[in-house]
């Protein structure tokens, strides 16, 4: 986790630029942000297997708290789709429900992680290239479940269909994360390598699908 940890920390320093997300939601205060993702992490059970600056969990998972990469949640939730093989079996293993994420929910969490271990300059966004959206979707393989964008998906739903009616790459993310569970033995059953993503692969495959959306409106 330390490794990987720090290989994505720096990936990020790399590929941030002083950009706003795509998005088509009002900016929230932070302080909402914050205090509804603190929220939602005691009520996603989190809290069960993660500490937070030593409080709280069993200790299963690495305490959050000391992580400093939630400045971006997109590279959050990346680490966290990169490790859903090993949370997976271990919610398994412990007869606990997959927290089910909806909206926004994982911007928020990861935000209110930020928030206790906050660094100047520390806020990372991705420059998102739809050009390379659409070379990571190709070969990381999303159409073997998820098919063509809209053009039917296969043991998934169509991304393209999905993403048009998300607003930003923070639902994108939190919509990954939601499913994550079914895909996850999915790829098993159908001897699929899991795929490991970073932050500037999700920021991008999010802008290919939202501009072929785009394109498609009247």
Not at 141 to 155: A, I, K, R, S, V
Not at 171 to 179: K, Q, V, Y
Request: hydrophobic share 40%; charged share 20%; proline share 6%.
């Amino acid at each position: 986790m330390r490794f990987l940890t720090t290989v994505s920390f720096f990936t990020a320093l790399l590929l941030a630029i002083p950009s706003s997300a795509i998005s088509q939601e009002p900016i929230r205060p932070l302080g909402e942000k914050i205090s509804s993702g603190h929220t939602l992490f005691n009520m996603h059970g989190c809290s069960t297997c993660h500490s937070v600056k030593g409080k709280g969990g069993a200790q299963t998972g690495p305490d959050l708290g000391r992580v400093t990469l939630w400045a971006s949640p997109v590279l959050g939730a990346a680490v966290m789709w990169n490790h859903v093989p090993i949370m997976s079996k271990t919610i398994k293993d412990k007869k606990l429900k997959w927290p089910r994420f909806k909206g926004e929910e994982i911007g928020d969490i990861f935000t209110y992680l930020n928030s206790l271990n906050r660094r100047p300059g520390a806020s990372v966004v991705f420059r998102a290239n739809k050009a390379q959206g659409k070379s990571f979707f190709d070969e990381i393989g999303c159409q073997t479940c998820h098919g063509p964008p809209f053009g039917g998906g296969h043991y998934g739903p169509d991304l393209g269909e999905a993403v048009s009616r998300l607003g930003n790459v923070n639902a994108f993310s939190t919509r990954m994360l939601r499913h994550a569970p079914m895909m996850i033995e999915r790829a098993k059953r159908e001897k699929i390598h899991w795929p490991r993503l970073n932050g500037h692969q999700i920021s991008s495959i999010f802008a290919y699908l939202k501009s072929i959306a785009v394109a498609r409106k009247p």
